[in-house]
């Protein structure tokens, strides 16, 4: 891949209101392993390797299982993950996926049971975080750390 604009480099304020994001979200009702898993099933669908790759290895970090990270795109498929993760996941994929069907009448009846309004924001402002920054990774080609 030919190397492109970085954007940190080139427009400072706008990266700065995008760690602005970041640091907001610190400050979340969501854990570290709940954000993780949504920049990590984002990034999956969204094709970003700079992110899957950043964020599988935060997510190990927090104390995240290797068996969990190779199984995150199969989610439906296994017991691993509790009721509010599926939850999670399922808002990440629709929002992420917003021209699919958006997030629907389903999944945020279902999110409304688990989460209250502060947190069903802040797990909606995580996935656009992510899904920014992937747009942003995609677009500059930012390669992986090695």
């Keep these: 891949m030919t190397k492109r604009i970085n954007i940190q480099a080139v427009e400072p304020a706008g990266y700065k209101a995008m760690i602005g994001l970041e640091i907001y979200l610190q400050n979340s009702k969501l854990t570290k392993i709940q954000k993780e898993l949504i920049k990590i099933r984002a990034s999956q669908i969204n094709g970003c390797a700079f992110c899957i790759n950043m964020h599988t290895r935060d997510a190990l970090a927090a104390g995240e299982t290797s068996q969990r990270i190779f199984l995150l795109n199969a989610w439906r498929e296994t017991d691993l993950f509790d009721e509010a993760e599926k939850i999670i996941l399922a808002m990440t ?18 999110a409304s049971e688990l989460f209250d309004p502060e947190t069903i924001a802040q797990i909606i402002m995580a996935i656009v975080t992510i899904n920014g920054w992937n747009r942003i990774a995609i677009s500059t080609h930012l390669e992986i750390e090695k």
């Design 93 to 110: 994929e629709e929002i992420t996926q917003i021209s699919q069907s958006g997030l629907t009448s389903e999944t945020y009846s279902r």
